[in-house]
């Protein structure tokens, strides 16, 4: 008999009744229904969190910033009300308790009274940590508290977004302040410079006049002093000098005197001349008329007369003229002498302030002598303030140009960006899509051993028959192998239809896909073959041991590198593993080395299965037992 009619004769016996057909069919859904029913259950969960009901209690009581009340509690309720990812619900603390008892919310979120007011404490010297607390009720469901966990630490960084955004905000408006500070700052300092500059000019010409000041203050010191000396007789000179000028004064009075007198005299003798004249003309006519005289001797008497008389009235004006100065001679004289009384008796304070005068002059000398010093110190003081006012200056407008200048847009843009400066930009070198389709790989290999597992519930490991006609052990282990493989196949085909065609997972090459999962089925009915021709009803049990196993150790959910030492040593070496990441890496357009890879390590089992399956049946036909002969329905 050839293998083919032995694989058509398995299948007549496994549909050779009505209810041996519908045994057939229920165990050949099993996979379908199995990964279908889990992958179409998980297909985007993700997708309906807003479904899942929460509540949010607000006890803040806000505060005050700049003036403004605030109540950052409120803000982020309405914000996590708005974004939708949770159904959430503002509902009062009570509510909130009795809800999660009662599985009307699966978990809470508390902002407490204080909330706003220790946000706000994160810029005052008593920095506090505002608290969110999250409530849950694990009865409710464990995964909704771990979702819970996860959304908590999501509103944790928005609220530390929003914080940081605001302190941001008003970090950049202090620092255009300061600024707009340095610039006036700048401004000034530069009108400062220009002040000590000029400052620093009239000191340097104050130092210069101070500096001569000293040098004429030491000579008027020195001229004074030899004044001083040379006027300490004064007052007696000039005591002596108003004696003198009184006694000519007073001799001078006497000689007015006498010229007075003298001038009366001269007076009397012109005033004389006319009335003379008349009297001697009268006689001299008497003489002319007496013939003693002739009129030309008289007329030259008179001539000679006149000529005297000329004489005497000029003499006597120039009397009058001395006279008058004598006069004024004895007036100046008095008035000389006063005057030398006036200054013997002024003298003694005239020669004292000489002697003040010189001793103030050695104070000012000594003082100009100091003050052209500091009027030096000034200047070179003035110079180092106008160096220090430059670089001042300079510093200030240096700060200015460091510091940007900013809009209150774009201070509003540079604080949304220091408060999440990082942006993740997800790469993909290979993607699954969704959540069921992230664990699409996992429940295909895991319901393919199922599949297989369930055939072996009516599927003969080997037939007697094929033992006593085949004879050939390696045919033998053929027949009874290709039977469970053909079905498994067909079984992989209807889960990958259902994987592809109703639960529209994307595949990127649904051939390699299609071929692992093909691999995967009949290496694992291999395996199961092997444990049942040589364990019998013990291997099929072990077969459901090793399913165990491979869920916990094939890495479809956690990774593996998350297993206990034992675990993920089996990882490396279980078939499924291999399975799971084959499937990952032709159905996410993954590697296909390592695809290669895993099929090669399942091919190497397939083969390993077969050869220890070969190695049974050869036992089996050396030794017969009446097991054997009458085989239980699971072998």
């Known amino acids: 008999m050839k293998v083919p009619q032995m694989i058509a004769a398995e299948l007549r016996r496994l549909t050779a009744s009505r209810m041996a057909t519908i045994a057939l069919l229920a165990l050949m859904c099993v996979p379908v229904i199995y990964g279908a029913l889990y992958l179409w259950a998980n297909q985007n969960p993700y997708a309906k969190l807003d479904q899942i009901p929460a509540a949010i209690v607000v006890s803040d009581t806000g505060a005050t910033v700049d003036g403004k009340a605030v109540n950052y509690g409120d803000k982020v309720a309405q914000q ?31 902002l407490p009274a204080d909330f706003s007011r220790r946000l706000l404490s994160a810029s005052t010297t008593s920095p506090e940590k505002a608290t969110v607390t999250l409530t849950t009720n694990d009865t409710n469901s464990y995964l909704a508290s771990t979702i819970g966990q996860q959304a908590a630490e999501t509103i944790k960084a928005a609220i530390v977004q929003e914080v940081n955004r605001e302190a941001a905000s008003r970090f950049l408006l202090a620092l255009s302040d300061i600024r707009s500070n340095l610039s006036t700052a700048a401004d000034a300092a530069g009108q400062l ?34 004044l001083a000396s040379q006027t300490a007789d004064l007052p007696a000179q000039s005591q002596r000098l108003a004696d003198g000028a009184q006694q000519v004064a007073d001799g001078d009075t006497k000689l007015a005197g006498y010229a007075n007198q003298a001038g009366a005299l001269s007076q009397q003798a012109a005033d004389a001349v006319p009335t003379a004249r008349a009297d001697i003309q009268a006689q001299l006519q008497t003489l002319v008329q007496q013939g003693a005289i002739s009129q030309s001797q008289a007329d ?58 010189a001793s103030g002059a050695s104070q000012l000398a000594d003082g100009s002598a100091q003050a052209a010093t500091g009027a030096a110190s000034l200047r070179d003081g003035l110079g180092t303030i106008a160096d220090g006012t430059a670089k001042l200056k ?11 200048q900013t809009t209150a847009s774009e201070r509003a843009a540079q604080a949304k960006t220091i408060a999440d400066p990082v942006k993740l930009a997800q790469s993909k070198e290979a993607s699954a899509g969704t959540y069921g389709a992230g664990l699409a790989p996992f429940f295909m290999a895991l319901a393919a051993w199922i599949g297989i597992y369930a055939l072996f519930l009516i599927v003969k490991p080997v037939s007697r028959r094929a033992i006593t006609a ?14 469970p493989a053909l079905l498994g196949v067909i079984q992989m085909v209807a889960l990958y239809g259902i ?47 090793l399913m165990v196993l491979q869920l916990v150790t094939a890495g479809g959910t956690f990774p593996w590198q998350t297993l206990p030492g034992p675990l993920a040593w089996l990882h490396h070496g279980l078939p499924m593993s291999y399975a799971v990441d084959g499937i990952r890496q032709t159905m996410y357009g993954g590697n296909a080395s390592l695809a290669g890879g895993d099929a090669l390590f399942l091919l190497a089992w397939l083969v390993g299965a077969l050869v220890i399956t070969s190695i049974g049946v050869v036992r089996m036909t050396h030794r017969r037992t009446l097991r054997d002969l009458q085989p239980s329905l699971i072998g």
């Open 394 to 404: 300079s510093g200030l407008d240096a700060g200015v140009q460091q510091i940007p």
């Open 80 to 110: 996590l009300v708005d974004d939708g990812t949770f159904q959430w619900h503002i509902v009062p603390a009570e509510t909130s308790a009795k809800g999660l008892n009662d599985q009307r919310f699966d978990f809470a979120i508390t």
């Open 193 to 226: 410079l220009d002040g000590t500059q000029t400052a620093h000019t009239g000191a340097a010409t104050l130092a210069d006049g101070t500096a001569q000041l000293a040098t004429g203050s030491v000579s008027l010191r020195d001229g004074l002093n030899t």
């Open 470 to 483: 085949l004879r050939s052990p390696f045919r033998v282990t053929l027949a009874g192998w290709l039977t």
């Open 499 to 545: 994987v592809a065609g109703v639960l529209h997972f994307n595949v990127s090459n649904s051939v390699a896909t299609f071929g692992i999962m093909a691999l995967a089925s009949v290496t694992f009915a291999a395996i199961i073959l092997a444990l049942n021709v040589w364990l019998g009803s013990v291997g099929q049990f072990l077969g459901l041991v």
């Open 300 to 357: 030259a008497i008179l001539a000679q007369l006149d000529q005297l008389g000329s004489k005497v009235t000029s003499g006597n004006q120039q009397v009058q003229s001395a006279v008058g100065q004598v006069d004024q001679l004895a007036s100046g004289s008095q008035q000389v002498a006063a005057g030398a009384a006036q200054l013997a008796a002024s003298a003694p304070a005239l020669s004292g302030g000489i002697q003040q005068a």
